[in-house]
């Protein structure tokens, strides 16, 4: 039985364990394999009911360095009387690489389960043993454990002398510390023919990859990333890495993820690894088989087999998933009404009919994306067409198989002799002839998008005979938008007069920080000129120069006097030293304190800083109350009924008031150490004096060297310390980093632009009753506004004359294209001219245009540093003239729909359509069946993949979608859940037939490519004519 046959309902979510041992594993808990022929066949009936009885469909066999599990299995299984196996295993093995880590790293293969034994035995012949390198195998185990230092034995918890007399004890060790090599074990999966081999590398599991200290060994950790299809972890955020999906969680760290699995997903799985058949629930460290650790439970969307795991390593974001259930797996549970489970079509009861048509037919329907495929005249449309009447479809006069002058016949025949049957996942089942159409009152189950509805709309629309076509859009749309804001829509007057108010705030709060972000990049700029950076170079230089000449001064070093000394002397000496430990302790405790005491400043400082800010939201506070106080009155509400604003103090008092007791702590403790340590320095005078002659020198030598220290530390310095070499070091490559800081902001910058861009394109919407739904619709899905660049927004318009007016107030008007007023204003008026404002692109580039052009006369004027300051007037400031140019001052909001960024009147035929598919897909609030016929007609291929794929993909995850196309973009890059094959034999009573199953099932594959690419031929011809 092929795939199809026992999986014809296509690539449906199943957990699979990957990760489960055997009684061959040396870790396994309980009884292991043996001599025994008898009881290994127990034991593997033991397995296969374990397997049978637990939840997951697929598991793979990774036992510690052998096959043998598997081995045992496959016997088994051959033998009568042994246990049926229900699920799919896989044969799979767990290595031990060498790894630059403090524990150990642990590796896993998984191999087809058809794959031959020989290939196996193979597999473990090329493995080879690190420091011995021999070839993996029972004997090269043991003469590992027996070569192996007696340290190592006994930190993993064995005896030297026991696995030199032992065998078996030392195959146990050599099991347990023996490690591969990491080229060989690479080596040996690649070596695997016929892709019946995949690498499986834990990560944040135990023994993982992560545990690599990768700043230190990147080489090492990206050959086994790149090498890698499947990895382990448990982490929901380190699965999105590995799939490719940025989640909050994963953020900080994704783009160095991607970039070190070198953009290309990976299939991201948690086993159980479980070391026995059945575990006990509640406890993790007694696991069986199934059971997941912290219930992250692994999901495949795939059929259970060789080739299903591959096709999840090529889509792992659609075709995995971490967790208790499977976000669409749960959505269809709740709302199962909604979903097709089952077509039936079969003739009448005593129908005379000779011919088979669809008799017989029986398709079982996946809840995700099916694709329905076939030669012209299979029976493709026909499918669309039946699915769409049984769900009570009021589009039959788009109908193209279920109609007159085809099925039906004038007289209804032969469509009057077949049943149709929808089931449901849960609910009464929709059943009525071919060659009946339901009546309007019944409620439409089904959506359906037939190619003649778009055909028809969008013909209609170009030549003016009827305005379906946008009232289409509308209703959709307007069906997507909460019914308080529809109903603020319905009122543009009160909406408009509400609504401006907010706008302007808006347009000011974003302005403020436009300023604040300009204020910056001005002082980088400033910052940036090469005086700067030449100053800074000398000060270093100088620096360097006295640390030079300061080295040459180091005091000669003294060797302690060992000759006679008087007890008084003797006892002096002794004293000096302890002086000498106790002032290096007074000045620690100086250095300290003095931290302490920054600290503090610090400290104070930010509670001024909060309490300036507190007062400033108390004056914006005062000022709202004030704007709203009309509306409270006309409302018969009071200030405290609609808003609070609690400022508390209390706790930056409290914090102040113990601020700044411990300053004064610090300081008395200050003043004493300080007394202390005068005192301590004068009686260290007095006590040298006393000395005779080699001890005074010797004493006199440890001051000066002491000295001579503090001024070589005060010299280097630290990076703290701005007049210190490191100082100014430090403050350089500040300097070098402004650059890519002054970028970074001006891409902030621009994209403050585009925000103030969004409120002014609100604002103009808030004025258009029939747009007002639709912004609020577009801001809402980033695919569509983002991506496609629908956008009921703004063509926003300015005049040139206003804008060179204003800017001309601040620019000179004397260097390059700015010289001369006629030739400036000319200049501004091609620039105005060149952009048309249409979209937040067109109005961002207009100001960076005209940003670069005032740059460009700036230095033209001789401006040594970035930025426009050379060409302004006196006494203005290029913070103006940037919060002029980015903070669209000189714009109003015009308002146009656009669809990538072309006029609706402008879009061709089959543009217009996707338009309309991509609202009935993404916007549409029902969550009925969506029935497509051809969407990628009148579409070119580069526009399906970049439109329709990416749409039909998010429509998906919470739709079923029944889709008849001839294009492979849509099938295969899609990644559809179930393909349906439609065949019509003539010859043999004018059968058609529909063949049903995944598109990694071999049968449906070569289909796939059969009818959508012309035949695997053709497609591997046009792979070598295509340039890479």
Same mark, same amino acid.
């Given at each position: 039985? @092929?795939?199809?046959?026992?999986f014809?309902?296509?690539?449906?979510?199943?957990?699979w364990?990957?990760?489960?041992?055997?009684?061959a594993?040396?870790?396994w808990?309980?009884?292991?394999f043996?001599?025994?022929?008898?009881?290994?066949?127990?034991?593997?009936d033991?397995?296969i009911?374990?397997?049978?009885?637990a939840e997951?469909a697929?598991?793979?066999l990774?036992?510690?360095?052998?096959?043998?599990?598997?081995?045992?299995?496959?016997?088994?299984?051959g033998?009568?009387?042994?246990?049926?196996?229900?699920?799919?295993i896989?044969? $799979?093995?767990?290595?031990?690489?060498s790894?630059p880590?403090?524990?150990?790293?642990n590796?896993?293969? #998984?191999f087809?389960?058809?794959?031959?034994?020989?290939?196996?035995?193979?597999? &473990?012949?090329?493995?080879?043993?690190e420091?011995?390198?021999q070839p993996?195998?029972r004997?090269?185990l043991i003469?590992?454990a027996?070569?192996?230092?007696t340290?190592?034995?006994?930190h993993?918890?064995?005896?030297k002398?026991?696995?030199?007399?032992?065998d078996?004890?030392?195959?146990?060790?050599g099991?347990? #510390?023996?490690?591969?090599?990491?080229?060989?074990y690479?080596?040996?999966?690649?070596?695997?023919?016929? $892709?019946?081999a995949?690498?499986?590398m834990?990560?944040?599991?135990?023994d993982?990859?992560?545990s690599?200290?990768?700043?230190?060994?990147?080489a090492?950790?990206?050959?086994?990333?790149?090498?890698?299809?499947?990895?382990?972890?448990r982490?929901?955020?380190?699965?999105?890495?590995?799939?490719g999906?940025? *989640?909050?969680?994963n953020?900080?760290y994704f783009?160095?993820?991607?970039e070190?699995?070198?953009?290309?997903? !990976?299939?991201?799985?948690?086993g159980?690894?479980?070391h026995?058949?059945?575990?006990t629930?509640?406890?993790s460290?007694?696991?069986?088989? $199934?059971?997941y650790?912290?219930?992250?439970?692994t999901?495949?969307k795939?059929?259970p087999?060789?080739?299903?795991?591959?096709?999840?390593?090529k889509e792992?974001?659609?075709?995995?998933?971490?967790?208790?259930?499977?976000?669409?797996?749960?959505?269809v549970?709740?709302?199962?009404?909604?979903y097709?489970?089952?077509?039936?079509?079969?003739?009448?009861?005593?129908?005379?009919?000779?011919?088979?048509?669809l008799?017989?037919?029986?398709i079982?329907?996946n809840?995700?994306l099916?694709?329905?495929?076939?030669n012209?005249?299979?029976?493709?449309?026909?499918?669309?067409?039946?699915?769409a009447?049984?769900g009570?479809?009021?589009?039959?006069?788009?109908?193209?198989f279920?109609?007159?002058d085809?099925?039906?016949?004038?007289?209804g025949?032969?469509a009057?002799?077949?049943?149709?049957?929808?089931?449901?996942?849960?609910g009464?089942?929709?059943?009525?002839?071919?060659?009946d159409?339901?009546?309007?009152?019944?409620?439409?189950?089904v959506?359906?998008?037939?190619q003649?509805?778009?055909e028809?709309?969008?013909?209609?629309?170009?030549a003016?005979?009827?305005?379906a076509?946008?009232?289409?859009?509308?209703?959709?749309?307007?069906?997507?938008v909460?019914s308080?804001?529809?109903?603020?829509?319905?009122?543009?007057?009160?909406?408009?007069?509400?609504q401006? @108010?907010?706008?302007?705030?808006?347009l000011?709060?974003m302005?403020? *920080?436009?300023?604040?972000?300009? @204020?910056?990049?001005?002082?980088?700029?400033?910052?940036?000129?090469?005086?700067?950076?030449?100053?800074?170079?000398?000060?270093?230089q100088?620096?360097q120069?006295?640390?030079?000449?300061h080295?040459?001064?180091r005091?000669?070093?003294?060797?302690?006097?060992?000759?006679?000394?008087?007890?008084?002397q003797?006892?002096?000496?002794t004293?000096?030293?302890?002086?000498?430990v106790?002032?290096?302790?007074?000045?620690?405790?100086?250095r300290?304190?003095?931290?302490?005491?920054?600290q503090?400043?610090?400290r104070?400082?930010?509670?001024?800083?909060i309490?300036?800010?507190?007062? #400033?939201?108390?004056?914006?506070?005062?000022?709202?109350?004030?704007?709203?106080?009309?509306d409270?009155?006309?409302l018969?509400l009071k200030?405290?009924?609609?808003?609070?604003?609690?400022?508390?103090r209390d706790a930056?008092?409290a914090?102040?008031?113990a601020?700044?007791?411990?300053r004064?702590?610090?300081?008395d403790?200050?003043?004493?150490? @300080?007394?202390?340590?005068?005192?301590?320095?004068?009686?260290?005078?007095?006590l040298?004096a006393?000395l005779?002659?080699?001890?005074?020198r010797?004493?006199?030598?440890?001051?000066?060297e002491?000295?001579?220290?503090?001024?070589?530390?005060?010299?280097?310095?630290?990076a703290?310390?701005?007049?210190?070499?490191k100082g100014l070091?430090?403050?350089?490559?500040q300097?070098?980093a402004?650059?890519?800081?002054?970028?970074?902001?001006k891409?902030?910058?621009?994209?403050l632009?585009?925000?103030?861009?969004q409120?002014?394109?609100?604002?103009r919407?808030?004025?258009a009753?029939?747009?007002?739904?639709?912004?609020a619709?577009?801001q809402?899905?980033a695919?569509?506004?983002?991506?496609?660049?629908?956008?009921?927004?703004?063509?926003?318009?300015?005049?040139?004359?206003?804008?060179a007016?204003?800017?001309?107030?601040?620019?000179?008007?004397a260097?390059?294209?700015?010289?001369?007023?006629?030739e400036?204003f000319?200049?501004? !008026?091609?620039?105005?001219?060149?952009?048309?404002?249409?979209?937040?692109?067109? *109005?961002t580039?207009?100001?960076?245009?005209?940003?670069e052009?005032v740059?460009?006369?700036?230095?033209?004027?001789g401006?040594?540093?970035?930025?426009?300051r050379?060409?302004?007037?006196?006494?203005?400031?290029?913070?103006?003239?940037?919060?002029f140019?980015f903070?669209?001052q000189y714009?109003?909001?015009?308002?146009? &729909?656009?669809?990538?960024e072309?006029e609706?009147?402008?879009?061709?035929? $089959?543009q !217009?359509?996707?338009?309309?598919l991509?609202?009935?897909l993404?916007?549409?609030?029902g969550?009925?069946?969506?029935?497509?016929d051809?969407?990628?007609?009148?579409?070119?291929?580069?526009?399906?993949?970049?439109?329709?794929?990416?749409?039909?993909?998010?429509?998906?995850?919470?739709r079923q979608?029944?889709?008849?196309?001839?294009?492979?973009?849509?099938?295969?890059?899609?990644d559809a859940?179930?393909?349906?094959?439609a065949t019509?034999?003539?010859?043999?009573?004018a059968k058609?037939?529909?063949s049903?199953?995944s598109?990694?099932?071999g049968?449906?594959?070569?289909?796939?490519?059969d009818?959508?690419?012309g035949?695997?031929i053709?497609?591997?011809?046009?792979?070598?004519?295509?340039?890479?």
């Open positions: 039985m @092929t795939a199809s046959e026992k014809p309902r296509g690539s449906e979510w199943r957990q364990d990957l990760h489960v041992h055997t009684p594993s040396f870790h808990t309980g009884e292991k043996g001599t025994s022929a008898a009881k290994n066949a127990a034991l593997v033991a397995m009911g374990a397997a049978n009885g997951p697929v598991f793979a990774q036992d510690y360095f052998t096959f043998d599990g598997w081995f045992e299995l496959k016997k088994r299984l033998e009568a009387g042994a246990p049926a196996l229900s699920k799919t896989f044969p $799979g093995i767990e290595l031990r690489l790894a880590m403090d524990g150990r790293l590796a896993h293969v #998984i087809s389960n058809e794959i031959d034994d020989q290939y196996l035995r193979d597999f &473990l012949a090329r493995l080879r043993l420091l011995t390198d993996l195998s004997h090269a003469q590992y027996k070569g192996a230092n340290d190592k034995l006994k993993h918890g064995f005896d002398t026991k696995c030199a007399d032992d078996a004890y030392a195959l146990r060790a099991y347990e #510390i023996a490690e591969i090599t990491v080229k060989s690479q080596e040996a999966v690649q070596a695997v023919p016929q $892709g019946m995949v690498g499986f834990p990560f944040s599991t135990n993982g990859l992560e690599v200290k990768w700043a230190e060994h990147y090492y950790a990206l050959s086994l990333f790149s090498t890698s299809p499947i990895f382990e972890t982490d929901v955020a380190k699965w999105a890495a590995f799939v999906i940025e *989640t909050a969680a953020r900080k783009a160095s993820f991607r070190a699995l070198k953009n290309t997903p !990976r299939l991201a799985v948690s159980s690894d479980a026995m058949f059945v575990g629930a509640g406890d460290n007694k696991r069986g088989y $199934g059971d650790p912290s219930g992250q439970k999901w495949i795939a059929d087999t060789w080739n299903g795991l591959i096709q999840a390593i792992p974001a659609n075709r995995s998933f971490l967790g208790e259930v499977p976000t669409k797996m749960e959505f549970s709740k709302n199962k009404t909604f097709i489970s089952q077509l039936q079509i079969n003739k009448v009861e005593n129908s005379a009919l000779p011919e088979s048509w008799d017989g037919c029986q079982p329907l809840t995700d099916v694709a329905i495929i076939g012209k005249g299979s029976g493709k449309s026909a499918l669309a067409d039946i699915v009447l049984l009570n479809s009021q589009q039959r006069s788009h109908f193209s279920l109609r007159k085809r099925f039906r016949g004038k007289s025949e032969p009057r002799q077949f049943v149709g049957t929808l089931q449901w996942v849960a009464q089942p929709n059943s009525m002839l071919l060659s159409d339901p009546s309007s009152e019944k409620v439409e189950l959506r359906y998008i037939p003649g509805r778009f028809a709309l969008c013909n209609d629309h170009v003016g005979k009827s305005d076509f946008e009232n289409e859009l509308r209703a959709v749309i307007f069906s997507h909460p308080a804001t529809r109903l603020d829509a319905l009122d543009f007057n009160q909406l408009l007069e509400q401006e @108010t907010t706008f302007r705030a808006a000011a709060e302005r403020k *920080t436009l300023r604040q972000l300009n @204020t910056q990049i001005v002082g980088i700029e400033d910052q940036l000129h090469p005086d700067v950076e030449k100053n800074l170079s000398e000060l270093i100088l620096k120069n006295q640390l030079e000449e080295i040459v001064t005091p000669k070093e003294v060797p302690a006097p060992t000759g006679e000394a008087t007890p008084e003797t006892a002096a000496s004293r000096l030293a302890e002086i000498a106790e002032i290096g302790e007074h000045e620690e405790t100086l300290t304190n003095g931290t302490a005491q920054d503090s400043a610090r104070l400082q930010a509670i001024k800083s309490n300036d800010r507190l007062n #400033i939201v108390e004056g914006q506070f005062k000022a709202f109350s004030s704007a709203i106080a009309q409270l009155l006309l018969e200030l405290e009924d609609v808003a609070n604003l609690s400022i508390k930056l008092g914090r102040t008031e601020t700044t007791v411990e004064k702590k610090l300081v403790e200050i003043s004493k150490v @300080t007394a202390r340590l005068n005192a301590l320095k004068d009686e260290q005078e007095s040298t006393s005779n002659e080699p001890q005074q010797y004493q006199k030598y440890l001051t000066d002491k000295a001579w220290l503090a001024a070589h530390e005060a010299i280097e310095g630290s703290t310390q701005p007049d210190s070499k070091e430090v403050r350089l490559e300097i070098a402004l650059p890519g800081q002054l970028e970074e902001l891409l902030e910058r621009l994209e632009a585009r925000k103030i861009f409120v002014l394109s609100s604002q919407d808030a004025r009753a029939l747009f007002a739904p639709v912004q619709l577009i809402g899905n695919l569509i506004g983002k991506e496609y660049k629908l956008k009921f927004q703004a063509n926003l318009q300015g005049s040139p004359e206003l804008i007016g204003r800017l001309f107030e601040m620019v000179k008007q260097v390059g294209q700015l010289r001369g007023e006629d400036s000319a200049v501004v !008026r091609q620039r105005f001219e060149k952009h048309g404002f249409k979209d937040a692109d067109d *109005t580039a207009f100001a960076t245009d005209l940003h052009l740059a460009e006369a700036s230095q033209a004027s401006g040594a540093a970035p930025g426009i050379a060409a302004l007037r006196k006494d203005r400031d290029p913070t103006d003239v940037y919060d140019i903070g669209l714009l109003e909001p015009k308002y146009t &729909l656009l669809f990538q072309t609706i009147e402008q879009l061709s035929p $089959g !217009r359509g996707a338009l309309l991509i609202f009935y993404l916007v549409d609030q969550r009925n069946p969506i029935v497509l051809q969407p990628e007609e009148n579409l070119d291929n580069e526009t399906v993949v970049k439109l329709l794929v990416p749409v039909l993909n998010e429509a998906k995850k919470c979608i029944l889709m008849v196309t001839h294009n492979p973009n849509l099938a295969v890059v899609c859940e179930q393909i349906i094959h019509f034999d003539r010859k043999n009573g058609v037939s529909y049903c199953g598109i990694e099932d049968v449906i594959n070569r289909a796939v490519v009818v959508l690419e035949t695997k053709a497609f591997d011809s046009r792979g070598r004519t295509y340039h890479r």
